[in-house]
């Protein structure tokens, strides 16, 4: 049976290397699954190393975190403008963010049938092109703050390319310092600013103001050129559970595309599509290098690897659903032999176990 697993030591040593690297307070993003690491078990790993600020992008998550971190504050970062969803926001208590007058039309509508005072920040779209009021959009965002039962406490923007392009980064950041400065001549207080994610965090300086949003950097799986040793986690393991030999021009695999072309020692490995492995995400700068990169694929098939007993071994034939093939020829791998597949977590089915050792 496939499982997950995450090295615990590990990931308590990136989550204090974050902290040191921010020197801020740390909002825990653990949408997508904990960035597929397990919703509760981040958290509440998180938790321990005082973080007591989340943020979620489905509002059904913020029910399964009321119950993991009853005390703790949830930024739902969803612009919404539906009823049932503002209900869920209002009713759990958390912050709700607001980058349109509609979105904070419904959520006061909401928060007054309830008889409540719902926390708030205000969304800025500096570029990211999704939720958020453009600067341009200055005279309506300050209408949100006179909205009688709604109490802004904090205000963000989220980053387009701080993964490739510090310098659009860098106008972003003065796009947001600058409407913000605007408002807060007009409003007054206007609470807590923040607008580094993992990828301007480790790429950009001077980024941090009063707190950063943290999800991909835990994991280690971030596109980053700093050196500040954060630990790559998180593998697919599964035992071995079989091993035959099969003589040269013997089919492998569905549709018999890949064929032995010697005598040829398989192992099989209960790991598939079905749990993430051979799946990928596609890139989304179609740029000329990219271009150029699926040409090269095409004219030689990148080459999938299984890890047994601390070797790798090729994949052949086509991944099924719940099966790969592995050549071990010429090695004593056996039945029950441990097989683990490096995968990033956000592609792990998330009904697949995940093990923290």
Known sequence: MSRYVIDKAKLDENIEIIKNKA?????????????????CELTKILWKHGV?????????????????????????MRST??????????????????????????MNDTAVELGVTVKCHLKIDTGMGRYGFMPSQVED????????????????????SAFRNSELTKVQLTMLKDTMKQIEKEVGEIGVIHAANSPAL??????????????????????????????????????????????????????????TKRETKIAIVPIGHYDGFGLAKEKEIYDFHYVLSVFKRFLKKQQMYVRINGRMFHVIGEIGLSHTAVDITGSDVKAGDLAT?????????????RIYK
């Not at 403008?81 to 039309?105: D, F, P, R, W």
């Not at 030999?245 to 064929?259: F, M």
């Not at 597949?341 to 176990?353: M, Q």
């Open 202 to 259: 480790l790429n950009v300086e001077d980024v941090c103001l009063d707190s950063v949003r943290i999800g991909s950097a835990f994991t280690g799986r971030v596109i980053t050129r700093s050196k500040i040793g954060l630990n790559r986690l998180g593998s697919l393991e599964a035992e071995v559970v079989d091993v035959k030999t099969v003589p040269a021009g013997y089919s492998i695999g569905y549709n018999g595309l890949y064929k």
């Open 341 to 353: 597949v490096d995968i990033s977590p956000l592609l792990v089915n998330p009904r697949i176990e």
């Open 23 to 39: 020197g801020v307070p740390l909002i825990g993003v653990v949408k997508g699954n904990g960035y597929g690491f397990g919703i």
């Open 81 to 106: 403008c539906v009823k049932e969803e503002a209900l869920i926001v209002a009713q759990n208590g958390c912050i709700a963010t607001i980058g349109s007058l509609e979105a904070a039309e419904v």
């Open 141 to 160: 965002a300050i209408k949100c703050y006179k909205f009688s039962n709604l109490k802004f406490i904090g205000a963000y923007t989220h980053f387009s």
């Open 52 to 76: 007591n600020t989340f943020a979620v992008t489905e509002v059904t998550d913020v029910s399964i975190l009321r119950e993991v971190v009853p005390d703790a504050d949830i930024l739902v």
